[in-house]
């Protein structure tokens, strides 16, 4: 099925390790888009990519580095876990492309980080 | 900046009760509306959506209408299921520039049989 893929669904850190989350999608989307989810505070956005080749940052960019690819892809890198980047972090991605509008989101399952 | 709010939770509904989850908004312009519900373990999924002032979105008998004046976009079903029972949240997208959509923290009903 079309749609937004995650990987990996699970992953247990130690403080100080790195890893990449990686995010593909098939629906020839432009902009993709990185949340992390916590209790009490809904989403917040780390990183988008409006379009291939560029990369913004969102509300809490600190601790994470992110990488479009190609159009498909948009991978996002914990250099140095910390228990506060303890999080379910989700993917999405949206047809608009620069200037477009009213498009919604479609996002991935998931992935669930504890760092301990 | 722009911002949205929502009712907290968590509400506790009979099946077959009237819902209601209040969202109301800020926002420069006149932004695009969103309802996203998550149920347990899943990602979000798009429930409707509205563009313009006065659009109604509907799906699943789900509806919420875009007010310009009072800025809301309030989440109403006529009668719940146990399987409603999941997150939901209202999310803004301003019709200008390239911004990402900005979500409301969310709002867990769970429907008892």
């Known amino acids: 099925n079309a749609g937004v893929t995650q990987t990996p669904k699970f992953q247990v850190l130690k403080t100080g390790q790195s890893m990449t989350l990686q995010c593909a999608q098939d629906?020839?989307?432009?902009?993709m888009y990185w949340y992390r989810q916590d209790p009490g505070m809904g989403l917040r956005l780390i990183y988008y990519s409006a379009s291939e080749g560029t990369t913004d940052k969102g509300e809490v960019p600190n601790g994470y580095n992110v990488s479009r690819l190609n159009k498909r892809e948009f991978s996002l890198r914990l250099e140095s876990a910390a228990p506060s980047q303890t999080s379910v972090y989700f993917c999405a991605s949206s047809e608009a492309g620069p200037g477009e509008v009213g498009y919604g989101y479609t996002f991935g399952s998931g992935t669930r980080l504890t760092v301990v | 900046g722009d911002s949205v709010t929502q009712m907290e939770g968590p509400v506790t509904l009979s099946e077959e009760a009237f819902l209601t989850i209040n969202c109301t908004y800020t926002a420069t312009g006149y932004p695009s509306l969103f309802w996203y519900v998550q149920y347990p373990g899943e990602g979000l999924q798009l429930l409707l959506k509205?563009?313009?002032?006065?659009d109604k979105g509907s799906n699943k008998g789900f509806e919420a209408t875009y007010r310009k004046e009072t800025t809301s976009f309030h989440l109403e079903k006529g009668s719940v299921q146990v399987s409603d029972s999941a997150v939901y949240f209202c999310?803004?997208?301003?019709?200008?520039?390239?911004?990402?959509?900005?979500f409301g923290k969310g709002t867990r009903l769970s429907v008892i049989a």
């Open positions: 999310a803004l997208l301003r019709n200008s520039g390239n911004t990402p959509l900005v």
């Open positions: 629906m020839n989307h432009n902009s």
């Open positions: 509205a563009t313009k002032a006065d």
